[in-house]
């Protein structure tokens, strides 16, 4: 069978400028197309003219680019963790001058953790301050004057007794809160220290002064320091208000004053960065509706630039020249990419085929700004001609299938509010992120035909981190299994089920509603007289926890729980506790075992 006779040239370039040449070779090998193996110069002549290069018709080049948008800034935030009931929550102002988006979505409420170790680091910070101003014999007093507030109301109470380090620790400092109060009457420089007050510390006449100095300042760092809660009001632990506990994810709105009808919808955030693709672009209720965030007169942001456009290079891309030399910065016969990996495969294609086609020109967008290219200004491109080229979005071209860096559109929401749109999310660069507080892996076991939350590792009132140390199983299982008895033992015990460690929670499917092909995966409590863990995770601490079946996969989920700092635009630091759930190792088998003898 032989091949059809190929089109020329001449009737390739007849089918408009869309058409581009692509070698294809018949043989595997690509050391043919490597060659490129050339005659007589007359005979390359030739080729461009039957190659259409000396018509000329590309021959302009861009020299300027205009763009005129308007910037609409995030004014408003809103958790909807409940999708069924998004006016759940009232609207609070955010700005991005509040910090980054993912510490006001990811954060937890503050339940006393990271309050009380606060308070230990700020007595250890006083200590060194009067050690500093050589009054080490005056630190000594400051645990009598400055005592610890800390009490267990209840044995359910969240917080649980220092551990021994903690303990000495809090023993030779005094508490930083009950020292802010005890500061307070005299913080002002103009008022004296009391005689009581010198009296208790120990201090002479001389070192008055001093002392007064050093604990006014540190009292300055300390309340520019210090959050939380008072002390002696410590809560139990607390959801993220975003924080949807059947779903495993965080939900919530941006509302924008300058653009009332818009929103944007974040939703199945698994936690960590929020970037332009964790959020939908969607029609707001109108000003004054319920639903509606406040109103205000914020004006939008204009934003006109005008450059010079510059050709897009990138390593590996063709020379511009046929007889340049090309470098070895990308090595293309050392890509490994698969059938089904397109991405990779467009990006080779992309670098091998095209080489000035593509220009870019930097335009400075406010931080969390909402972009919107208006229909009557669009991008305006000029040629070295003087040809002014109209630049609509790649979303709107005829025949376009892309729509990178723009929201999805959904409910209610016009197509050219998402083409037209592009959110500079509000994110860290990086973050500096701790090993995890705690981490609780939910696995599917189809043997038991049951899910399983295995409790990996537990956080402590303190903040302290500790891997979960399961109580061993009772004496009637041996890792799940039944155990034989010798010849000459007691007769056989009856046992209704193996004892799996107090680690090992139960995920029972219960379905929702009668006759409903929907299931929660509920988490079983511990039967009473059952060991349970010293410190239960937070992570599983709502009353009822329970999430919907189709939430664990085969893979099953990681849940965590971590300490996270950044540094944001402004210099400023923050640090918050953030939630992810990210997919498993895989299923789990508990080898429970059910009615046998022993």
């Known amino acids: ?40 110069p007359l005979w390359m002549l030739a080729r461009q003219w039957q190659l259409g290069e000396f018509r000329g018709d590309d021959a302009g080049s861009l020299i300027s680019l ?38 006001a979505i990811d954060a937890e409420p503050d339940d006393g953790t990271t309050w009380l170790r606060l308070r230990i680091e700020g007595g250890v910070a006083a200590r060194r301050a009067l050690c500093a101003a050589g009054l080490a014999r005056v630190a000594v007093h400051l645990p009598a004057a400055a005592p610890w507030m800390i009490q267990k109301t209840s044995p359910s109470s969240p917080l649980q007794d220092p551990g021994p380090l903690d303990a000495l620790v809090m023993a030779s400092t005094p508490d930083a809160a009950s020292l802010d109060a005890f500061i307070a009457p005299w913080a002002d420089p103009n008022v004296p220290m009391p ?55 965080y939900r919530g709105s941006l509302a924008f004053a300058s653009a009332p009808g818009t929103q944007l919808y974040i939703d199945r955030h698994p936690g960590g960065p929020v970037d332009w693709y964790s ?33 897009a290079r990138l390593p590996g891309m063709p020379a511009l020249r046929f007889w340049e030399y090309e470098d070895a910065q990308v090595d293309f016969g050392d890509i490994d990419a698969d059938p089904a990996d397109l991405a990779r495969l467009l990006l080779v294609d992309y670098t091998t085929v095209y080489d ?29 001609f003087g040809i002014a080229l109209q630049l609509p979005p790649l979303a709107e071209r005829p025949g376009a299938n892309t729509r990178m860096f723009t929201p999805t559109g959904i409910t209610g929401a016009t197509p050219s509010w998402s083409t037209r ?28 035909n049951l899910g399983w939350a295995v409790i990996d590792t537990t956080c ?40 799996l460690p107090d680690t090992w929670r139960a995920l029972i499917p219960t379905p929702v509603g009668d006759g409903s092909s929907a299931y929660l995966l509920v988490l079983a409590q511990p039967t009473p007289g059952e060991p349970t863990l010293d410190h239960p995770p937070r992570l599983l601490a709502a009353p009822n926890w329970a999430i919907h079946e189709e939430e664990l996969g085969d893979a099953g989920l990681n849940l965590t729980r971590t300490r996270i700092l950044g540094r944001w635009y402004g210099g400023g630091v923050y640090t918050w506790t953030g939630r992810t759930a990210w997919p498993g190792g895989g299923e789990a ?10």
Do not use: C
């Open 279 to 311: 959020a939908d672009i969607l029609a707001g209720p109108d000003p004054g509706t319920p639903g509606a965030p406040p109103p205000s007169s914020t004006p939008a942001k204009a934003i006109s630039a005008s450059s010079v456009p510059q050709p």
């Open 421 to 448: 749109r592009f959110w500079f999310a509000p994110r860290l660069a990086a973050t500096l992120d701790g090993d995890p507080v705690e981490r609780v892996n939910l696995r599917r076991d189809e043997e038991a």
């Open 195 to 249: 005689a009581p007050v010198i009296a208790q510390l120990g201090l002479t006449a001389a070192d008055v002064g001093t002392a007064a100095t050093a604990l006014r300042t540190w009292q300055t760092w300390w309340r520019a320091r210090s959050h939380g809660v008072p002390a002696g009001q410590e809560t139990g632990p607390v959801d993220p208000p975003a924080w949807d506990t059947s779903r495993l994810e």
């Open 589 to 598: 088998d508990s080898g429970l075992t059910w009615d046998y003898l022993r």
């Open 356 to 384: 000035h086609n593509w220009y870019y020109a930097p335009i400075r967008i406010p931080v969390g700004a909402l972009v919107e290219v208006g229909a009557t200004t669009p991008v305006t491109a000029t040629d070295s």
């Open 460 to 499: 402590d009132s303190y903040g302290r981190a500790s891997l979960a140390t399961p109580t061993p199983p009772s004496a009637s299982s041996v890792n799940g299994t039944a155990a034989l008895a010798d010849s000459g033992a007691a007769p056989p015990r009856y046992t209704l089920r193996s004892t």
């Open 1 to 40: 069978m032989t091949d059809p006779t190929p089109p020329t040239p001449a009737q390739l370039l007849r089918q408009g400028p869309g058409a581009r040449f692509a070698a294809v070779l018949r043989s595997p090998d690509i050391e043919d197309g490597l060659a490129a193996r050339l005659a007589d």
């Open 66 to 103: 205009n763009f005129e948008a308007s910037a609409h800034m995030p004014t408003w935030w809103r958790p909807e963790p409940d999708a069924d009931q998004p006016n759940a929550h009232p609207w609070q102002g955010w700005t991005v001058d509040d910090g980054p988006l993912e510490a």
